[in-house]
């Protein structure tokens, strides 16, 4: 279940621009305030079934909009590569500076 909740905070992240506003809040009110489906019923005063088709509806878009785009694929290849960058800067301490601050800027544009 964590490894879900932190696949959907992380599409969340990457695609909220493409939901519409009661998506985002119902998907920011269960996966990231931790609500529950009782909750959100009660804050927009609709059944808990209602909330609960909603949030599927808007999981089952963010993973269709992570197979075309793969933002979170791209996000996880290039951690992966900045890790190996920095192994490999611990083993060469004499381009550890300029290769620093190279991953830094690619870094930022994340």
């Known amino acids: ?3 879900k909740t932190t696949r959907m905070n992380y599409l969340y992240d990457f695609y909220q621009s493409l939901l519409t506003p009661k998506q985002r809040s119902y998907m920011s009110l269960y996966y990231l305030d931790d609500y529950s489906l009782g909750e959100i019923a009660e804050e927009y005063d609709v ?6 088709d909603n949030i599927k509806r808007t999981e089952a878009m963010l ?3 992570e197979e075309k785009l793969l933002l979170f694929q ?3 290849e290039r951690s992966k590569l900045f890790a190996s960058m920095k192994d490999i800067l611990k083993e060469n ?6 290769m620093n601050s190279m991953i830094a800027e690619l870094e930022k544009l994340d």
């Open 93 to 98: 301490p004499e381009i550890l500076e300029v």
């Open 1 to 3: 279940m964590l490894e």
């Open 63 to 65: 993973e269709e909009y």
């Open 74 to 76: 791209k996000f996880q």
């Open 47 to 52: 059944s808990r079934q209602a909330v609960y």
